[in-house]
């Protein structure tokens, strides 16, 4: 079955740099997403693209996807402490929700 | 606030148990889902729920049970067939369960099972 595949697996930066994580995923899709889980918690939805979309935009967070590559890319631009969490994304082919595949995340530590 | 309330947020049992995790949103979601988290995994499907009154399995359903009897409840049984129960459970919801509809997650119920 497709997966997304999160890269680099653990990313460390200092405060006010730009972060980038990559997801490659295998099969045609629908939508892609990306979610934010802070340690121990639930996963916060932050940007969903949809397959005939280049890329989208929110805040300090820009999202690309490549369906001839099948990868996306989420950059987080002046990154702050507080973004320091695991970021997630993930995939559909099928009609529904529930055919959602999540990576295993990238874990984003920003340095104050 | 309207969100997805998860409890106990620790819950510990011993080995031969069956145990309850429950999940209630105020969201007015019809669609349903709980998931497993691993160390080091991404999430994987147990159960998902699109509409009251029915539920169908996802991924790793075995070992466990489901029921939606309220729209704003879907509470998850962990039985004593799960071999290897120990892990972080998330439930979420979205307003149906096409595709484009994000989820919503509650902060999850980690279970140790001993």
């Known amino acids: 079955s497709q997966q997304g595949e999160e890269d680099p697996q653990a990313l460390s930066i200092q405060e006010g740099e730009n972060a980038t994580m990559n997801c490659s995923y295998k099969?045609?899709?629908?939508?892609l997403q990306w979610y934010r889980q802070n340690s121990g918690r639930g996963l916060v939805h932050l940007i969903l693209i949809r397959s005939n979309e280049r890329e989208k935009h929110s805040g300090r967070l820009r999202v690309t996807l490549d369906t001839s590559k099948k990868s996306s890319s989420l950059l987080i631009t002046a990154s702050r402490a507080a973004d320091t969490a695991s970021y997630f994304c993930?995939?559909?082919?099928?009609?529904?929700?529930?055919?959602?595949?999540f990576g295993k995340g990238t874990l984003l530590t920003v340095n104050p | 606030d309207g969100g997805i309330t998860q409890s106990p947020k620790y819950l510990f049992r011993k080995e031969g148990q069956n145990v309850t995790l429950s999940c209630e949103q105020n969201?007015?979601?019809?669609?349903m889902y709980w998931y497993r988290q691993d160390p080091g995994q991404g999430l994987r499907l147990i159960y998902y729920?699109?509409?009251?009154?029915?539920?169908q399995k996802g991924d790793i359903a075995e070992g466990y049970s489901v029921s939606r009897e309220k729209k704003e409840s879907f509470p998850l049984t962990v039985t004593s067939a799960q071999k290897n129960p120990t892990a972080f459970y998330l439930c979420?919801?979205?307003?149906?369960?096409?595709?484009?509809?994000?989820?919503?997650f509650g902060n999850g119920t980690r279970l140790t099972v001993t």
């Open positions: 979420a919801s979205s307003p149906t369960g096409g595709i484009g509809s994000p989820l919503h």
């Open positions: 099969t045609s899709i629908n939508n």
């Open positions: 729920s699109q509409i009251v009154n029915d539920f």
């Open positions: 969201l007015n979601h019809d669609a």
């Open positions: 993930a995939t559909d082919a099928g009609g529904s929700n529930y055919k959602l595949t």
